[in-house]
């Protein structure tokens, strides 16, 4: 069976010169899905909070123009990629949160994927919300420093 993951994007309403939507397409010979957190909850079809499958066509933009296909995988990596997608109702940490600045927001769900696929993509630089998963260890790691208690010496 041949999969492939393509990695779609699309301007966002308003704001696409900064911003930008991504989201996932797998596809076989049977089949097309597509995989995207929107910042509404369960809107239509299958949904997981704000994580939604074939909420829209596959290469449908968000409402300021036309997306565009801006990488895809072919073979052991679509199906690694297909394989993580496909678990993330069950395991993506943020499905039931959304902040459209800083995250977590649909390019925080696609940088999540790619890490854990342990894939080397970057994502534009108007992919904001890409950075979430960074900033939101520097905060733990910040917080929890100011609780851990003083050592003894």
Excluded at 12 to 31: K, R, T
Excluded at 110 to 127: F, H, K, P, S, T
Aim: hydrophobic fraction near 35%; proline fraction near 4%; charge should be positive.
């Amino acid at each position: 069976m041949s999969i492939k993951v393509d990695l779609r994007a699309a301007k966002i309403p308003w704001i696409g010169l900064i911003a930008v939507h991504y989201w996932f397409v797998i596809m076989d010979e049977q089949e097309q899905e597509r995989w995207e957190i929107w910042q509404s909850q369960n809107v239509k079809g299958h949904s997981w909070g704000h994580l939604h499958l074939n909420l829209m066509k596959c290469d449908r933009g968000v409402g300021n123009g036309d997306s565009w296909l801006e990488k895809q995988w072919h073979s052991i990596e679509a199906e690694k990629l297909a394989m993580i997608i496909k678990k993330t109702p069950h395991n993506y940490p943020h499905n039931y949160c959304y902040r459209y600045y800083p995250g977590p927001n649909s390019n925080t769900y696609v940088q999540w994927i790619l890490n854990q696929a342990q894939i080397n993509y970057d994502l534009e630089r108007r992919g904001l919300g890409k950075n979430y998963l960074r900033y939101e260890q520097f905060l733990l790691r910040r917080f929890l420093r100011k609780q851990l208690p003083a050592k003894k010496v």
